[in-house]
RNA sequence: CUUGUUUACGACUAU
C-alpha cells in the first residue's frame, strides 16, 4: 500500500492523472486498502488538473471506505473551492473539519485566508489571522505574504505596508515574495516612490530582487505613464545580472504600444528569443 | 524521492 502511495506521489508530480486514477482502481480491485494518503496524492492531483467533481467524487469515496479525512485533506478541498469561485462552501468546510475534531493548522488557516483575501474579503482574512493566534496556530510567511497580497489586490496598500511592518516588528524574517507583493501593492495604490524604496531597502532584510520583482516594477511604472523610469529599471534590472522574462518584455511592449512607441516596441520584441524568452 | 498553502505581463472585464 505505501508503494502505491509512492507511485501515485510520482504520477503527480508529472502530471499523469489519469494514470493516477487507473492505479487507483487497479489496487482497489486487487483488495489493497486506500489510506487517507492515498486519497490526499489522488485528490490533489484531480485538482490539479481542474477536474473537480472526480475530486469530490473521491472525498465522498473515503467515506464509504471508513477514511476519515485529515487537515491535508480538507486544506486541499479548501483550496480548491476557493479557486473554484465556492469561498461560501469552503468556510462551511472549515467549520465542518473543525466539529469532526480535526485541528487545522497553519496551511489549513493560509489557504483558507488566502482565497477568502482574493475573494475581496479583506476584514474576513484578518478576522482569521486573529482567530489562529489566538488558537496557537503560528502565522508563518506564508501568512503573511498571502495577507499583503489580498490586501493589496483590493488597493489596501497602506493597510498591506502596516502588516509588513508588523509582520518584521514581531520578528518574522520576509522573503522575495514578500516584497513581490508589498512593493505590488504600494504600487497599486499609488504609492510608486515607496515601492521603489522598498526595492532599494531589500539586500538589508536579506532579499535579491528577481524577475517578478522588477516586472512589477517596470510595469508600475509604465503603465503609470513614465516610460522614461519604466526603461531605466529595466536596464538596471540588466545591469545588476536579473535576467528578465517574457512577463518583463510583455509588459514593456505593452506600455510601448500604449504609448504610441511601436518602432521601439517592435525592437524589443525582436530581443526576446536572443535574451532567451522567446515570445509566448 | 510518500500528500496540502502565497507572486509579476497579455486576454470578450479598460476610460
Not at 9 to 21: E, F, I, R
Not at 248 to 274: K, P, R, V
Request: net charge negative; charged share 25%; proline share 3%.
Amino acid at each position: 500500500e505505501s508503494s502505491c502511495n509512492l507511485f501515485l506521489a510520482a504520477l503527480d508530480k508529472v502530471g499523469n492523472t489519469d494514470m493516477s486514477c487507473k492505479l487507483f482502481n487497479e489496487m482497489k480491485a486487487r483488495g489493497y486498502a486506500a489510506d487517507v494518503m492515498t486519497y490526499n496524492i489522488l485528490i490533489h492531483s484531480l485538482v490539479k488538473a481542474g477536474r473537480v467533481e472526480e475530486a469530490e467524487k473521491y472525498f465522498e469515496k473515503m467515506r464509504d471506505d471508513n477514511c476519515s479525512p485529515d487537515k491535508v485533506t480538507f486544506s486541499v478541498l479548501i483550496g480548491m473551492l476557493g479557486k473554484a469561485g465556492k469561498v461560501e462552501t469552503a468556510h462551511d468546510l472549515f467549520r465542518e473539519m473543525i466539529t469532526k475534531g480535526v485541528a487545522p493548522d497553519v496551511v489549513t488557516y493560509n489557504s483558507l485566508i488566502d482565497i477568502t483575501g482574493k475573494a475581496g474579503n479583506t476584514q474576513q482574512a484578518l478576522q482569521l489571522f486573529h482567530e489562529m493566534e489566538c488558537k496557537g496556530v503560528f502565522p508563518d510567511v506564508y501568512t503573511y505574504n498571502i495577507l499583503i497580497y489580498g490586501l493589496g489586490k483590493q488597493g489596501q496598500g497602506k493597510a498591506a505596508y502596516d502588516l509588513f511592518k508588523k509582520m518584521i516588528s514581531t520578528g518574522h524574517t520576509p522573503d522575495v515574495i514578500t516584497f513581490n507583493h508589498l512593493i505590488d501593492a504600494l504600487g497599486r495604490s499609488g504609492a510608486v516612490d515607496l515601492a521603489l524604496e522598498l526595492l532599494k531597502h531589500m539586500p538589508r532584510h536579506g532579499c535579491t530582487p528577481d524577475h517578478a520583482t522588477y516586472t512589477i516594477l517596470i510595469d508600475r511604472l509604465g503603465k503609470g505613464g513614465d516610460l522614461k523610469a519604466s526603461k531605466d529599471l529595466f536596464k538596471e534590472m540588466l545591469v545588476k545580472g536579473c535576467k528578465p522574462s517574457s512577463y518583463t518584455f510583455n509588459s514593456l511592449i505593452d506600455n510601448l504600444c500604449l504609448g504610441g512607441f511601436y518602432d521601439e516596441a517592435h525592437h524589443l520584441y525582436n530581443q526576446m528569443t536572443d535574451a532567451g524568452c522567446p515570445p509566448n
